[in-house]
C-alpha cells in the first residue's frame, strides 16, 4: 500500500468513480423529473381531447367523430412517421399531421364516417433540462481537470524531490545524507543516493590521498637529484637545479590543491576592505608594483585565512605577469566585489574559459620567464567558490586582465566604522 504507484491508482479510481456517481446522479433527477413532467402533461391533453368527443348515456359512452380533420398545416414528416408505425402494426388508415394555428399539433385519423383529432405531444425538453444538462457537463470537467491536477501534482512532486537532491550537491561534488522515508519508490530513491554519495566520498577522498601521497613520496628522488646536481658543473648545475625547483612548485602547488577541495566554507565576519589592505600593504613591503585604488567598507562571512591565500595569489600573479596591480573593493546591491585588474597582455579570448583548468599557461611549450606551475588561477578559484563566491576573469580593453570576486555582504555598513561593522545585525 505504500506505494505511489498503488495510490495513484486508486486515488485515479476513487476519483473517476466519484465523478461518474455524482454526474449519474444528477443525471438521473433530470431524467426522471422530465419523465413525470412527460406523462403529466400528455395525461391532461389526452383526457381533456377526449372528453370533448365523447358523452355518456346510462352506462353507454357515444364516441362522436368530426365530419374533417383539424384544420392548419399539414406536417409532411411527422405524417409520414406515424402511418409507417401503424403500417407495422398492419392497420390501414388516413392520417394527417397538422400544427394548428395556435400552435399546437394534432394527429387526424380516419375511422369510418368520421375523422378522430388527438393532441401530440410536445417532447422538446424544457430550459432547466438544458441547464441540468449544461450542470452535468460541467460536473463532469471539473472532475476530470481535478483528477489531471491532482496526477500532475504526485507525478511533479517525485521530480521536484530529485532537483531538489541534484541541487543540494555540494561544491565538493558529495551529496548530503538523505533520510530514508516516506513511500517505497521515494525510499528506495534515497537509499540509492546514499549509497552514491558514499561512493563519491570515498572516490574523492582516494584521489586526495593519492595526490598528497605522490607529491610527499616525489619529495624524496628530488632530494637525492639536488644532492647529486651539486656534483655537477657550474652551468649544468644551474639548469638540473632550476628544473628542480620547478617540481617543487608543481608538487606544493598540487597538494594544495588537493587539501583546499577538503575546506569547507567559513563562518567567520571578517572585513573584506581590511583584508585586502593589509594584503596589499604586505606585497608593496616585498617591492610588488600594487596599488589600491577605490576601497569601500563590506563585511562577508567567509575563511580570512583561506580568502587571504587566494587573494595573495592573485594579486601577485597580476603584479608579476601583468606589470602591476590595481585592487580596488565596491560594495553595492548586497554583494562585494574585489577587483584587481593589471595592464599586461592579457589573456587570448579563446583561452578565457581553459584559465582555470589545473596547469594552464597560454603558451605550453613557451617556458614562462617567470616561475609558476600553472596552478595558482585553479587554486584560488577553488578556495573563493568554497567560501561562497565566485571569481571571473576578463580582458581590458585594450589591455590587462581584470580579476573580480564576488561575495554576498554579510552584514550591512551604515557609517564605515570598524566597531559597528564587527557587529552581526540580526
Excluded at 433540462?129 to 463532469?140: C, D, E
Excluded at 530529485?162 to 533520510?179: C, F, H, N, Q
Excluded at 534515497?190 to 563519491?200: F, Y
Aim: with cysteine; net charge neutral; glycine share 8%.
Amino acid at each position: 500500500m505504500n506505494s505511489i504507484r498503488v495510490r495513484i491508482t486508486l486515488m485515479l479510481v476513487c476519483s473517476v468513480l466519484c465523478v461518474v456517481v455524482l454526474a449519474g446522479a444528477v443525471m438521473s433527477q433530470m431524467v426522471v423529473r422530465l419523465v413525470e413532467q412527460n406523462f403529466r402533461d400528455g395525461l391532461t391533453d389526452r383526457v381533456t381531447a377526449f372528453s370533448n368527443v365523447i358523452t355518456f348515456k346510462d352506462d353507454t359512452a357515444i364516441l362522436h367523430l368530426q365530419p374533417a380533420p383539424a384544420e392548419g398545416e399539414i406536417l409532411e414528416k411527422p405524417t409520414e412517421l406515424l402511418k409507417q408505425s401503424f403500417a407495422k402494426s398492419h392497420s390501414q388508415f388516413d392520417i394527417f399531421v397538422k400544427r394548428a394555428p395556435n400552435g399546437r399539433v394534432w394527429a387526424s385519423i380516419k375511422m369510418g364516417p368520421g375523422w378522430l383529432s388527438w393532441p401530440v405531444p410536445d417532447h422538446t425538453p424544457p430550459l432547466e433540462v438544458w441547464y441540468g444538462l449544461a450542470g452535468w457537463m460541467a460536473l463532469v470537467t471539473a472532475g476530470v481537470i481535478g483528477v489531471a491536477l491532482t496526477v500532475a501534482h504526485q507525478t511533479t512532486k517525485q521530480l521536484k524531490f530529485l532537483e531538489t537532491m541534484a541541487l543540494s550537491v555540494g561544491k565538493d561534488g558529495v551529496l548530503p545524507v538523505i533520510r530514508e522515508e516516506g513511500s517505497a519508490e521515494i525510499k528506495a530513491t534515497a537509499r540509492a543516493l546514499n549509497v552514491l554519495a558514499r561512493n563519491l566520498k570515498k572516490a574523492m577522498d582516494s584521489k586526495i590521498r593519492l595526490v598528497a601521497a605522490a607529491g610527499h613520496d616525489l619529495r624524496t628522488p628530488m632530494t637525492r637529484m639536488r644532492l647529486r646536481a651539486e656534483f655537477l658543473g657550474d652551468g649544468e648545475r644551474a639548469e638540473w637545479i632550476r628544473d628542480l625547483d620547478e617540481m617543487d612548485r608543481i608538487a606544493d602547488s598540487a597538494i594544495q590543491l588537493v587539501r583546499e577541495e577538503t575546506v569547507g566554507k567559513g563562518t567567520e565576519i571578517t572585513r573584506l576592505d581590511e583584508l585586502v589592505g593589509g594584503i596589499c600593504n604586505e606585497l608593496r613591503l616585498i617591492k610588488l608594483p600594487v596599488r589600491t585604488a577605490d576601497i569601500e567598507p563590506a563585511v562577508v562571512r567567509i575563511s580570512p585565512i583561506a580568502l587571504t591565500r587566494a587573494l595573495r595569489n592573485l594579486v601577485i600573479n597580476a603584479a608579476t605577469h601583468g606589470g602591476g596591480a590595481i585592487v580596488s573593493v565596491a560594495a553595492s546591491d548586497g554583494v562585494a566585489r574585489v577587483v584587481i585588474e593589471d595592464d599586461g597582455p592579457g589573456i587570448p579570448e579563446k583561452f578565457l574559459e581553459s584559465a582555470f583548468e589545473p596547469f594552464f599557461r597560454v603558451d605550453p611549450a613557451r617556458r614562462q620567464p617567470i616561475p609558476g606551475a600553472g596552478l595558482g588561477l585553479a587554486i584560488a578559484k577553488e578556495i573563493i567558490e568554497r567560501q561562497g563566491g565566485f571569481l571571473e576573469i576578463e580582458n581590458r580593453h585594450p589591455h590587462g586582465l581584470r580579476q573580480t570576486l564576488s561575495f554576498e555582504i554579510d552584514v550591512l555598513l551604515a557609517p564605515p566604522s570598524s566597531d559597528n561593522a564587527m557587529e552581526r545585525v540580526s
